[in-house]
């Protein structure tokens, strides 16, 4: 059984900077490809940053150069991360990790219908 666990969300300054972390076990979890996707209120969830099996980044516009995804392994659980730098205001939103299945081919890494396991979400607030 795989669980995705998030870590790090709060409020922050506008300018600021956040960590985002996402625990992911279970059976040696592994998957073709890992993300963020957040919500803000009133809007629909969208894709964030996203890390596949070979390493290889995507990265919305609205926050390329801002954020930085990776991802670390060890035996017993992968860690996704989501370094948020120079945060704005319209980074306000609660934030997901998904995880894809390991074998999976993906189609799309922005559909949200992509991924198998999510976690419950972390809030990150700017002002």
């Known amino acids: 059984h795989v669980q995705l666990v998030e870590s790090g969300g709060g409020s922050v300054q506008a300018g600021g900077s956040l960590r985002l972390s996402c625990a992911a076990s279970g059976h040696s979890y592994s998957s073709a490809c890992m993300g963020w996707f957040r919500q803000a209120p009133g809007k629909e969830r969208e894709g964030v940053a996203f890390?596949?099996?070979?390493?290889?980044?995507?990265?919305a516009d609205s926050v390329k150069g801002r954020f930085t995804i990776s991802i670390s392994k060890d035996d017993a659980e992968n860690t996704l991360s989501l370094q948020m730098d120079s945060l704005k205001s319209e980074d306000t939103a609660m934030y997901y990790c998904?995880?894809?299945?390991?074998?999976?081919?993906?189609?799309?890494?922005?559909?949200?219908?992509?991924?198998?396991?999510w976690g419950q979400g972390t809030q990150v607030t700017v002002s």
């Open positions: 890390i596949d099996q070979y390493g290889t980044t995507t990265y």
């Open positions: 998904a995880g894809s299945l390991e074998w999976q081919v993906i189609h799309s890494i922005w559909d949200s219908n992509e991924y198998a396991y």
